[in-house]
Structure formats: C-alpha cells, structure tokens
C-alpha cells in the first residue's frame, strides 16, 4: 500500500508539469488517495506494534539506544492515535475535529519519532566506526611501512578521506544498520515538509517515501536485515 501511495505521487509529479497528462494525472491522484485511505484501516494493528515495540526497547541494554527507542516508539503511538482521530474526521464520524491542530501534533510526533530514531543510528554507526578504527590501529601497529606513509600523507586530506572510507567500511560490514539509516532518512522528508522546517516537493516526497518502503519490504522479507537491539 504504501510503495503504490509514493509511486503515484512520485509519477503525478513528474507527469503534471507534460501536456496532454491531465486525465493521468487525475487517476494517479485519485488512486493515491484511495490507497492512502486503504492504510487508515492498518491503523490499529500500527498503534499495538508501536506500544509492543516500546516494551521491548525498554529492556534493551545499551542506555542510548534505550532511551532513544523507547522515546521514538511513544511518540510513533501518538502519532498514530493522532493519525486515526484524523481518519475519523475524515470518514464524518466526528466532524468537530479541528483537522489542521490535529494533522500538526501528527506530524510533530512523527518527526519527533523518527529524530530520536536517527539519533539511534548515529550512536550506532559511531560504535561501528569506533569498533572498525580500532581494529586499523591495530593492524597499523603491527605495519610499521603502512603507519609511516600514513604519518606523512597531507593532514586534512587524509582526515577526510579516512572518515569517508572508516564511514563507508563501517556500513558495509552492517547492513542492517545502513538500511535504517536509510529507511529513517527519506521517512523524515515528509514531516519536515509538513511542519515548515524544510520545504521539499512532491517529487521527492515521494522518492523518499518509495525508497524506505522498498526498505521496509527487504526488512520483511529477510528478517536478519532489522536492525538488532542491543
């Protein structure tokens, strides 16, 4: 549901600017919108997900993921809760809901969700990049031709070419942690549009959205691709 909801938005943005695209356009909207109704139904089983993630989160080990987990699963209830009041104005089951307050506290909390979540991915990838730089010095120790053209190389050149290649290292030897830092990445576009904190377009809104749904797709179709919590 979602792949097809940012597919469409991605293909309306691309198509609206094309003469001769209108009746197009028109049906890549309204199935847009049909769909984006479609998953207010998987609402509820969303919202027991988040509260079940955020029992297991609060046993993890680690304090910063811990904590950053554990804050980032409460505000995905809010968000959701927010989200369903939403789909029941939206439906004419409460028509006294004052959509616009109720869309902006949906999509802070989602921003605050996926912040804190991001906050996670950056601890972790700096464990990694700790992890991998330790295990370099060790073999430079044991190299002492490579650490003296290391010693001699031009300073900030070497500085940035060794956190691009430590970065890159780091990630390639986790993949589940490069496909969340993904994933949190393009999902964020979304509420930052929405809240004003940086304006984007349609287009990569929906480039955003459809690239972390193929993420969440390879997530659950190869389980050993979630990122583990310590």
């Avoid at 309204?30 to 139904?41: C, I, M, Q, Y």
């Avoid at 430079?140 to 500085?159: G, Q």
């Amino acid at each position: 549901f979602r792949a097809t909801q940012y597919t469409c938005m991605l293909l309306r943005y691309l198509l609206e600017p094309k003469a001769g695209k209108e009746k197009v356009v028109m049906k890549l909207k309204k199935l847009e919108s049909s769909v984006s109704t479609g998953r207010k139904w998987l609402r509820l089983g969303n919202v027991v997900h988040a509260v079940q993630a955020t029992e297991q989160s609060i046993h993890a080990n680690d304090l910063v993921p811990r904590l950053c987990l554990t804050l980032a699963n409460l505000n995905r209830v809010i968000y959701f809760i927010c989200d369903t009041i939403l789909w029941v104005r939206s439906v004419g089951l409460a028509s006294g809901i004052n959509k616009e307050k109720w869309r902006i506290w949906a999509a802070r909390h989602y921003y605050y969700s996926l912040l804190l979540s991001l906050g996670r991915d950056l601890y972790e990838i700096s464990q990694q990049m700790e992890q991998v730089a330790h295990n370099r010095a060790k073999r430079e120790k044991s190299s002492p031709r490579d650490h003296l053209e290391y010693s001699v190389a031009d300073e900030e050149t070497e500085w940035l070419q060794s956190f691009l290649l430590l970065l890159f290292r780091s990630l390639k030897q986790h993949p589940p942690l490069l496909l969340d830092t993904v994933k949190n990445f393009c999902d964020i576009l979304n509420p930052l549009d929405q809240l004003g904190i940086y304006k984007s377009n349609p287009g990569i809104i929906g480039l955003g959205g459809l690239v972390s749904s193929v993420a969440g797709m390879v997530i659950v179709a190869y389980p050993q691709m979630k990122l583990k919590t310590r």
